[in-house]
């Protein structure tokens, strides 16, 4: 569920643990995103699969765009970064931690950081993404 | 299976097999349901030029996840994706010629061997609109 969010909200939070969030990685999960992108690899395919690296990108960032979505502006995608550092298969369980890491302001653009980590089930760091969101504001 | 390239075949300055996609508007949706990103700006039309954009444009992300699949499609089952950093130049739309790039950059041996690549997605309209480069670990 959408919870209301406000910039000042978000700045409040900068430096601060801000969402937890838990991932099963399953094989339906896998095959949608594979389909959705086109990618008939064979490593993404078959009984117990590995997850392709992309699909690292937007779990927990789905929850993020889906908050910031509550705001008037615009909301684009400035620049991505992704570190991966374990591979993860069907079956592992993600839990995702993500934080604002700074807001930098100038109107009507406002650029948001933001560092989401992963760790599976075992505790072990398997990937750390990067991201940039812009909120576009009318001039 | 296309042939796997090797760490010892690979040269700097060289390119790899590009990738081109053609992403429609049905894809933008199953990318949506895929990966959970339900802003309006890639499906409504009507959302997105309110927004003060062209119209509804191709999700950031898909265009870098054609990238990693270029990288896989590469590598093969010898190769890892180590880290990628991409940068959203330009908008891209749905009905357009997406062609992904890839130039090798650098060659590593120090704890494993990774090879560096120059990356980016080049429409029709000869806009790069996404560039960054890739860290790719290679086993032999």
Redesign the interface.
């Known amino acids: 569920m959408n919870q209301q969010l406000t910039i000042e909200d978000l700045k409040k939070q900068v430096g601060q643990p801000w969402l937890t969030l838990t991932y099963p990685i399953e094989h339906g999960?896998v095959q949608?995103?594979v389909?959705?992108?086109?990618?008939e690899?064979?490593?993404w395919r078959g009984k117990k699969p590995e997850a392709?690296?992309?699909l690292l990108?937007?779990i927990g960032?789905?929850?993020v765009?889906?908050m910031l979505?509550n705001l008037p502006e615009?909301?684009?995608?400035?620049?991505?970064?992704?570190?991966?550092f374990e591979?993860v298969k069907v079956g592992d369980v993600i839990t995702v931690s993500a934080r604002v890491t700074s807001i930098r302001e100038r109107l009507p653009m406002t650029f948001i950081n933001l560092e989401i980590e992963q760790h599976n089930q075992k505790g072990v760091l398997v990937a750390r993404c990067k991201q940039l969101a812009i909120l576009?504001g009318?001039a | 299976m296309k042939s796997q390239p090797s760490f010892e075949n690979v040269e700097v300055g060289a390119g790899i097999p590009g990738l081109v996609k053609k992403p429609t508007t049905q894809q933008l949706v199953m990318w949506a349901g895929a990966s959970g990103d339900y802003n309006p700006i890639h499906y409504d039309k009507d959302f997105a030029l309110n927004r003060g954009l062209p119209g509804v444009v191709v999700h950031g992300q898909l265009s870098t996840a054609f990238l990693c699949q270029m990288f896989s499609d590469w590598y093969g089952k010898r190769g890892n994706l180590k880290k990628l950093n991409v940068s959203y130049k330009g908008l891209n739309f749905p009905g357009d010629t997406l062609t992904c790039h890839g130039v090798v950059k650098d060659k590593s041996q120090a704890a494993e061997n990774l090879i560096t690549l120059d990356v980016w997605v080049e429409n029709q309209r000869g806009e790069k609109t996404l560039v960054g480069t890739a860290i790719i670990s290679f086993q032999g």
């Open positions: 999960m949608r995103f389909e959705a992108v086109g990618d690899n064979p490593r392709p690296p992309a990108l937007t960032f789905e929850r765009i889906s979505l615009a909301v684009l995608h400035g620049s991505t970064e992704l570190e991966c591979a576009r009318k």
